[in-house]
């Protein structure tokens, strides 16, 4: 199963549908079985255009002012065996992974899921992977540019994590950086 993780779309400006950003976007999300949102969408227009490509599921960002089916403040969904946990803001992501499942989702979780910072992050600590996939139009609270999004593919034994730098937008370098890792069961 490959799953597409999204955060901080905000939709600015002059950038109504997220097909302005290029044909890299929609490539990326032609590619995968399902979407997880971790918050800011700021327009159903955006979770329309995702729906093209693939099931949603999306965790209510701060500056998310409008309701849709797909959205709650906390996802908990299990796909492949591996239980998956989001939320927009992991509040301090530096924190122990045991204080962050207690705190947003109850149980242990296998991947912790975050937005907020608009900063990719992934790695593997205490038992779990940690993700941020950063911003995929406001990556690092630059302006408007291609920014990040992240990947994992999952198996019942082997979950592959991976944080993408989309391209450049003309004159706007993306500031995003590649990260990947593998965990084996």
Known sequence: MRVAIVSDTHLPGPLNTLDNLGPEVSAFFKSVDIVLHAGDVT???????????????????????????????????????WRIGMVHSLVREDRPIADMERAHFGVKVDVLIGGHTHLERLECRDGAVLLNPGSLVLPHHKDARLGTVAVLELTRETLHAEVIPLGHTPGRPNPGQSLHLSVHR
Do not use: C, Y
């Not at 995702?50 to 409008?66: H, K, M, R, S």
């Open 43 to 81: 327009s159903p227009l955006v979770l329309e255009w995702l729906e093209q490509f693939a099931p949603i599921v999306v965790a209510t960002g701060n500056n998310d002012n409008f309701d849709h089916p797909s959205m709650k403040p906390v996802q908990r969904i299990d796909l492949e065996g």
